[in-house]
Nanobody, 122 residues
Framework: QVQLVESGGGLVQSGGSLRLSCAAS????????MGWYRQAPEKQRELVAA????????IYGDSVRGRFTISRDNAENTVYLQMNSLKPEDTAVYYC???????????????WGQGTQVTVSS
């Protein structure tokens, strides 16, 4: 089994910055992708950013492109989300997700973190 543990959420004023971290642990043979989603009250969960291991592709949601930066420490199986120029509409629960191959046979697990609250005050 794979576990994802997030940290770094909190309360910040509009225009401020926060950095989220997500560490993966457990049965990890290879990580195919790691990223972040968010869900605001009464809204659907949406993609914030993701890193695809093969090819190194990075994907951003339209609403955060240019303000947020995703990065990964492969040695530590950790993904980060640097959030700058935060706006009240960025307020949401942010979830880490990962697509992980758990053994040499190719068995995989799609894991989610428990979520961390980000609140941006105006």
């Amino acid at each position: 089994q794979v576990q994802l543990v997030e940290s770094g959420g909190g309360l910040v004023q509009s225009g401020g910055s926060l950095r989220l971290s997500c560490a993966a642990s457990g049965s990890i043979f290879r990580i195919n992708a790691m990223g972040w989603y968010r869900q605001a009250p009464e809204k659907q969960r949406e993609l914030v950013a993701a890193i695809i291991t093969r090819g190194g592709s990075i994907i951003y949601g339209d609403s955060v492109r240019g303000r947020f930066t995703i990065s990964r420490d492969n040695a530590e199986n950790t993904v980060y989300l640097q959030m700058n120029s935060l706006k009240p509409e960025d307020t949401a629960v942010y979830y880490c997700e990962a697509d992980i191959v758990t053994d040499a046979a190719g068995n995989s697990q799609y894991a989610w973190g428990q979520g961390t609250q980000v609140t941006v005050s105006s």
